[in-house]
């Protein structure tokens, strides 16, 4: 009998002992689970990783194609894709809101940018973005409209967009208008806006207020938008540069470096310096997707 009650005590105590270790592991196992998912929405936050296309001119005619030419069929596929898989198209400055001023960002957010104000962009690009509700943004830069507006004739061929059509689309709500200097989308003698050999800060900082600037009260005069994002051309980048950029109102810059963009509301230095990926032809939209969204 007394071997029967120490058994069934002995029993009972091991049964308490496993349903106490088991459940410890359970709640530290819950304790875990929930610090994981604390820690995955506050980077989640912190974080948002944005893409960033770069495209240039398109043109039908395969002969012109190239790696700032693509075909519009292409870009179209380019697009479709990115609305299959759920992506959002994003203004530059929708991101500066995001970062600057609280607002939210889509879920999956792709930026499409068009650099040197091409018209054949308006003609192939602006009725589909439009008839499938997407954005995007338009670096012009200041020379080429004003020969274009010269022009007698208008060929999507070779023709940059006019301070009318700059104002048609900006007022279509369809593209953001950001500034790609007036003259200084050039290798000669200066590379871009890339500070020379020797140049001092100030002559360089007048340098850049006389062509960056004037483009900005050009846009603002002539097309009723004053752009906050700037696009380096050809991707030629000063340091020097930055305050200046910053001291016009420029909130964000545009870079070529062909890498993945990880834009966080703690750190505003992310919008000094937001990498883009070329589209080239000759390369399947699956193929430059799989380089575009790798994380
Ligand atoms: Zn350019």
Known sequence: MYFCVKL???????????????????????GFES????????????????????????????????????????????M??????????VF?????DYVENGTELPDKPVAVTFD???????????????????????????????LSV????????YSSLTWDEITELYESG?????????????????????????????????????????????????SGTTPVTFAYPFGYISDESVPILHEMGFKALLTCYEKPNYISREDTGCLLSINRYNRPSGVSTEEFMKKLLRK
């Open 80 to 89: 479709q894709y990115l609305m299959d898989n759920g992506y959002t198209t």
């Open 174 to 222: 369809v593209f953001e208008i950001g500034n790609h200097t007036y003259d200084m989308h050039s290798m000669e003698g200066r590379k871009g806006c890339k500070k020379l050999y020797g140049e001092s800060y100030e002559d360089y900082r007048k340098s850049m207020f006389d062509d960056v600037a004037m483009l900005q009260g050009m846009l603002r005069d002539k």
């Open 150 to 157: 010269e022009q007698d004739e208008h060929n999507p061929a």
């Open 92 to 96: 530059i400055s929708d991101v500066v």
């Open 35 to 78: 610090a994981a998912v604390t820690a995955a929405a506050n980077a989640a936050e912190e974080e948002v990783f944005l893409p960033v296309i770069m495209y240039h001119s398109l043109l039908k005619d395969p002969s012109r194609a190239g790696d700032y030419v693509l075909s519009p069929e292409v870009f179209k596929a380019d």
């Open 116 to 146: 040197d104000g091409y018209y054949n962009v308006m003609t192939y690009a602006y009725p589909f973005m439009k008839e499938n509700g997407l954005k995007g943004v338009m670096n012009v830069v200041g020379t080429y409209t004003d």
């Open 8 to 30: 069934k005590s002995f029993v009972f105590c091991l049964a308490l002992s496993l349903a106490a270790v088991c459940g410890g592991i359970f709640l530290a196992a819950r």
